[in-house]
Structures are given as structure tokens and as C-alpha cells.
């Protein structure tokens, strides 16, 4: 089983889009596929979430993690 990646969940939430929009299957699936799709959805915003806050933080002259503050010119 593969690793669950921001990446790999994008294409797994391309292909549920795909599914869903090609009108080929019944309600229940179709409710199935869009929980699905929810999770996916949940997981990728948690991991766009973790990695800004990431990115917004710089390593100082000590090794300590702070807070980037852009000055302003």
C-alpha cells in the first residue's frame, strides 16, 4: 500500500471528480465516492496547513525556530 501523500491524495481526488462527474454511478456510490472525497479534501488542507506553518518559521543563528517577520522597506 502506498504512502498516503498530498500528492497521491490530489490524484485520487481527480479521479473521484472524474467518477463523479461522468454520471455513470448510482446515489449510493456517488454519496460513497464524495465522503471519500471529503477525507481527501480534509488530509490535503491538514498538510497545506502543517507545511505554511512550516514555511513561515525560520532557524535563527542558534538553531532556534521563530516566527519570519517580513520587514517592512
Excluded: P, Q, R, W
Amino acid at each position: 500500500m502506498k504512502e498516503k501523500t498530498f500528492e497521491n491524495s490530489i490524484l485520487e481526488l481527480e479521479k473521484i471528480i472524474s467518477d463523479l462527474e461522468s454520471g455513470s454511478l448510482d446515489l449510493d456510490k456517488s454519496i460513497s465516492k464524495y465522503t471519500e472525497a471529503m477525507k481527501l479534501i480534509e488530509f490535503c488542507e491538514n498538510k497545506l496547513k502543517k507545511a505554511e506553518e512550516t514555511v513561515n518559521k525560520l532557524v535563527n543563528a542558534d538553531g532556534i525556530l521563530e516566527d519570519f517577520n517580513k520587514e517592512e522597506e
